[in-house]
Every structure is written in C-alpha cells, then in structure tokens.
C-alpha cells in the first residue's frame, strides 16, 4: 500500500489528459474522414515514428508518461528510438536491428496472446 | 408562437445542432476512455518502476500486459463492446492493435488454424507492422546520414 501513497497523481492527471487528447485526434478522424480503422493505426504508427526520429515525442513521454507511451503513436516511437541507438552503435545495420529489438515486447506478446485468445475464443455469428 | 412556428424553429434547432453533436459527444467518450487506458498503464509503469526496473524495461511490460488484457477481452466478446462506445478511445491505444489482431483472426477461425486464424490475424497488424517498421528503418538510415555529416564535421 505505500506504493499508492507514493504515487504521482499528478503525472496521472497528465497522462490521462494527454492519452485522452490523442484519442480525440483518432476520432476526429473516423467522424471528419472516411479513413478506415486500419489506416488510422498505421497513420498514428508513422506519425509516431516520425516524430520519433525528430527527438520530439520523447519530450512528450517525458511530460505525460504512459500517456504518450500507450497509444499507438508510442509504439511508432519506440521503433524509431530503437533504431537510431542501434545505428549509433552499429552503423548502418542497427536501421535494421533496432526498431524491432526495441518493440520486440509488443510485437511477440500481440502475436502470441493473439493467437491464443482467438483459439480459445467462441466465434460470434453475426454479421454486422 | 404559434405551433407550426415552434415545428419550424424546432426543425431549424435540430439541423444546426445535429451535425456537430456526436462527434463532440463522441470525442468526449473517447477522451474519457482513452486516458483510462493510459491511466492504467502509467499505474503499471510507476508499479515497475518502484520495483527497481529501468524506465524502457518498465514501458516494454505495460504493452505486454494491455496487449494480454485487451487479447482475451476481445475473445470474450467484451471488447467490441466497450469499441462500440468508445470508439477511437480504445482503438488508438495499443489495446487497439491487440483488438485488431484478434478480432479477424477469430472470424475466420472457420478456415483453419493456418491459413484461418494464423494468415488472417495480420490483415490489420500486417499494414500497422509493414508501416511502422519501414518508418523506422527509414528514421535510423537518415539518422546515420545526418550523424556522420557531423562526424565529418568535427
């Protein structure tokens, strides 16, 4: 229980505002643009990686925390990252090594819990 | 006033507020919806880090446990549901990502455990992975160009 004396509320506050924040971003686009949902994900995943590259979007994690981390702008992020600290260590093949090595976490549980819970899932038969 | 005037003046009221409401209602709900998520996921994050683990270390698990939360939820059926009222809310975070695996790969079950749940759990992943990866090879190749200009340099 001393954790949740500890805990910073005021980074949640931030997080959850700035998480928030980049969700209406998402649904601004599925109201305003005929964007379907997977062009969505791909468009923050790039996004995120851009201004990853930039260096910009860690001074974001940095403010909200889990808050710009989460979405899937984040994940963008930590695929840039990734490969620009492998590049600095081993030149040109850390573009290739690194962004994976950084998101391998994400990217193997998604697989692997993914498959799992669709085999175990009850298939609903409804069409919408 | 009389009550055709109120109709009209009704009808009037209804197109000019019609339009713009659900999307700030809609917003509104992925606001709420989408901070949750994050919210629970820096409360994860802050956990690992009074545990001792390091600051990447600590983000890594907080994927991995959303993305095994929204999985089975979204075997259970529980996801859509919440997807429906949230909207953007939950398909922005990575608990999206992990719906969005899940749910193809569950209707096409049917087809086999290959070619069904295995091919078909990428039809939304795949493009997410395909993007993002591309992107960060790209970020790391200008990097490289960018960081030896200024070794040169020096």
Same mark, same amino acid.
């Given at each position: 229980?001393?954790?949740?004396?500890?805990?910073?509320?005021?980074?949640?506050?931030?997080?959850?505002?700035?998480?928030?924040?980049?969700?209406?971003?998402?649904?601004?686009?599925?109201?305003?643009?005929?964007?379907?949902?997977?062009?969505?994900? $791909?468009?923050?995943?790039?996004?995120?990686?851009?201004?990853?590259?930039?260096?910009?979007?860690?001074?974001?994690?940095?403010?909200?925390?889990?808050?710009?981390? $989460?979405?899937?702008?984040?994940?963008? &992020?930590?695929?840039?990252?990734?490969?620009?600290?492998?590049?600095?260590?081993?030149?040109?093949?850390?573009?290739?090594?690194?962004?994976?090595?950084?998101?391998?976490?994400?990217?193997?549980?998604? $697989?692997?819990?993914?498959?799992?819970?669709?085999?175990?899932?009850?298939?609903?038969?409804?069409?919408? | 006033?009389?009550?055709?005037?109120?109709?009209?003046?009704?009808?009037?009221?209804?197109?000019?507020?019609?339009?713009?409401?659900?999307?700030?209602?809609?917003?509104?709900?992925?606001?709420?919806?989408?901070?949750?998520?994050?919210?629970?996921?820096?409360?994860?994050?802050?956990?690992?880090?009074?545990?001792?683990?390091?600051?990447?270390?600590?983000?890594?698990?907080?994927?991995?446990?959303?993305?095994?939360?929204?999985?089975?939820?979204?075997?259970?059926?529980?996801?859509?549901?919440?997807?429906?009222?949230?909207?953007?809310?939950?398909?922005?975070?990575?608990?999206?990502?992990? &719906?969005?695996?899940?749910?193809?790969?569950?209707?096409?079950?049917?087809?086999?455990?290959?070619?069904?749940?295995?091919?078909?759990?990428?039809?939304?992943?795949?493009?997410?992975?395909?993007?993002?990866?591309?992107?960060?090879?790209?970020?790391?190749?200008?990097?490289?160009?960018?960081?030896?200009?200024?070794?040169?340099? $020096?």
């Amino acid at each position: 229980m001393e954790f949740f004396q500890n805990l910073n509320w005021m980074m949640l506050l931030k997080c959850f505002i700035v998480g928030g924040l980049i969700c209406i971003i998402g649904q601004l686009l599925i109201d305003k643009t005929k964007l379907t949902p997977a062009r969505i994900l $791909v468009i923050f995943v790039t996004t995120g990686a851009i201004l990853g590259g930039l260096g910009w979007y860690e001074k974001l994690v940095e403010f909200a925390g889990a808050g710009a981390t $989460v979405p899937l702008t984040g994940f963008g &992020n930590t695929l840039a990252k990734g490969a620009i600290e492998d590049v600095t260590k081993f030149g040109l093949v850390g573009a290739f090594t690194g962004g994976i090595k950084a998101a391998a976490g994400g990217i193997a549980a998604a $697989v692997f819990f993914g498959y799992i819970a669709s085999l175990i899932s009850k298939p609903k038969m409804k069409k919408q | 006033m009389n009550p055709l005037d109120t109709k009209k003046d009704y009808q009037e009221y209804v197109n000019k507020k019609s339009p713009n409401s659900p999307t700030l209602k809609n917003c509104f709900k992925a606001f709420i919806v989408g901070g949750f998520i994050c919210s629970i996921g820096q409360v994860i994050m802050e956990y690992c880090k009074y545990r001792g683990l390091d600051k990447t270390l600590s983000s890594t698990i907080v994927s991995i446990i959303l993305i095994l939360i929204s999985a089975f939820l979204t075997g259970l059926n529980l996801f859509n549901k919440i997807g429906k009222f949230a909207g953007a809310g939950s398909l922005v975070p990575i608990t999206g990502f992990a &719906n969005s695996i899940v749910s193809p790969a569950m209707e096409y079950k049917s087809e086999g455990y290959v070619m069904g749940v295995g091919a078909k759990m990428f039809t939304v992943a795949g493009p997410v992975l395909v993007f993002g990866i591309s992107a960060s090879i790209l970020v790391g190749i200008i990097y490289l160009i960018f960081n030896t200009q200024s070794i040169t340099l $020096v």
